[in-house]
């Protein structure tokens, strides 16, 4: 297997033998430990095994499609967005990290959820009373997406900017505050692995954090 999917179930295993979810390392650790708690839930719940270790990716892999044909069906017909759905497995390097342990595609996975949740939210906004609930789960995905990989989070939302520039009226200070509690009900696992890493490794935990992120 890759060496960095050894690693990734290396930590989560240590996450799982020392019962300490936020702070497991001897030293400060250059990435937020979301990267590895899905993997260490599916083992704890499943066992040690190579299915286990994967079992994360390939279901939000399906969830992935699943979301992927609910934002297409916004735009296109029933039948496109299916095959739109259908082709995202389909491609070879989609279908290789769909069975690869590593928290790549359940990050995608938020990405994908927090821009359709974005895209519905502006469908409905004028006959439908659930458009704060889109924007909510939206800041929400964020908040999970940078507990997964932390600063590489900024990358698909600079992608985005564009179409959230078009959107520009329809940002109001009601919406934005309630895409801002979302994100920052997203964020509290990420507030809580600083707060530990902080009390237990000082100011290198948040240079290791920044350091990793800018090399």
Aim: hydrophobic share 50%; charged share 10%; glycine share 6%.
């Amino acid at each position: 297997i890759a060496h960095d999917e050894g690693l990734y179930v290396g930590r989560a295993r240590t996450i799982i033998n020392t019962n300490n979810w936020f702070t497991p390392f001897d030293a400060p650790h250059h990435k937020t430990i979301g990267s590895y708690w899905l993997i260490a839930l599916s083992i704890k719940f499943l066992g040690f095994s190579e299915f286990s270790a994967r079992f994360p990716s390939g279901v939000f892999s399906i969830l992935s499609s699943i979301i992927t044909y609910l934002t297409a069906k916004e735009f296109i017909s029933r039948n496109n967005s299916f095959i739109a759905a259908i082709l995202l497995p389909s491609m070879p390097l989609w279908f290789q990290y769909s069975r690869y342990a590593s928290p790549d595609i359940p990050f995608i996975f938020f990405i994908l959820l927090a821009i359709f949740c974005i895209i519905r939210s502006f469908k409905i906004l004028y006959h439908s009373k659930s458009s704060g609930n889109y924007l909510f789960i939206c800041g929400l995905s964020i908040g999970f997406a940078f507990l997964l990989r932390s600063f590489m989070v900024f990358l698909p939302l600079l992608a985005a900017l564009p179409f959230i520039y078009s959107l520009k009226q329809f940002w109001s200070i009601s919406r934005l505050r309630i895409f801002c509690v979302g994100l920052f009900v997203g964020l509290i696992p990420t507030f809580l692995f600083i707060y530990f890493a902080f009390n237990n490794y000082g100011i290198d935990s948040l240079n290791s954090l920044v350091g990793f992120a800018t090399h």
